[in-house]
């Protein structure tokens, strides 16, 4: 078995959370495979209304990684995703309520991936993570938010702990960035992924180039 078929058959396997480091060079293909087998267990239909919501604002350096992702997918030419939350128009706390009727209203039985940053362990920071289930946006700056999305996705952009808020305005935009590059491209990289499965269902593999 060849390294990245390995990989693939831990992420395959593996149906709890997953964490990546963006210093990983295998980083966007392990997000791909992860992402991928997530929706494919869960029977997601690819013609189905999946929704990207990215949680955040771009008024605070730390809390605009949902938004950079957003933005960076809203500028693909896609109609895999149905984006919410960008730089231009982002979903935080103060219509994050509204922004989920409007969801539930506009489609019938829409997939929800939830997109946000957080904060962490610092042995975690720069770290990806992908779960089931809701997200519980603004925890780490104690804002009581409903619970949102049937896939999460996570970016440990700074330290938790104390002053949560401070931490975030602090945060530095460069890790901030790479981070939402690989959340992005793994996003792009399980478009083509999960399309190409769905039109050829028959067991296969990432390509071994490019990423």
Same mark, same amino acid.
């Given at each position: $078995? ?23 060079? $295998? ?10 087998? +997530? ?44 984006? =919410? ?18 969801? =539930?209203? +506009? =489609?019938?039985? &829409? ?7 957080? /904060? ?17 946006? *603004? ?7 409903? &619970?949102? *999305? ?12 104390? $002053?949560? =808020? /401070? ?21 792009? $990289? ?22």
């Amino acid at each position: $078995m060849t390294a990245v078929n390995k990989l693939k058959t831990a992420v395959n396997n593996n149906i709890g959370k997953t964490t990546i480091h963006v210093e990983d060079t $295998m980083a966007v293909r392990k997000f791909a495979w992860d992402l991928t087998s +997530r929706l494919q267990r869960l029977g997601v239909d690819p013609k189905g209304p999946k929704i990207l919501l990215c949680i955040g604002t771009d008024r605070s350096t730390g809390d605009c990684l949902g938004p950079l992702v957003g933005s960076k997918i809203n500028s693909e030419n896609q109609n895999f995703f149905i984006v =919410y939350g960008t730089l231009e128009q982002p979903v935080h706390a103060s219509n994050l309520q509204e922004k989920l009727e409007e969801i =539930y209203q +506009r =489609y019938r039985d &829409p997939f929800i991936i939830a997109i946000d940053a957080c /904060l962490g362990r610092i042995e975690n920071v720069g770290c990806v993570n992908l779960g089931d289930g809701s997200l519980q946006p *603004g925890a780490g700056v104690n804002k009581n938010l409903p &619970p949102v *999305g049937q896939i999460h996705i996570t970016g440990i952009v700074n330290i938790g702990g104390f $002053m949560e =808020y /401070l931490v975030l305005q602090n945060t530095r935009l460069n890790l901030v960035m790479r981070l939402a590059d690989v959340i992005a491209s793994g996003l792009k $990289m399980t478009i083509q992924e999960y399309e190409k499965q769905s039109l050829h269902p028959s067991p296969g593999s990432l390509s071994n180039t490019g990423g």
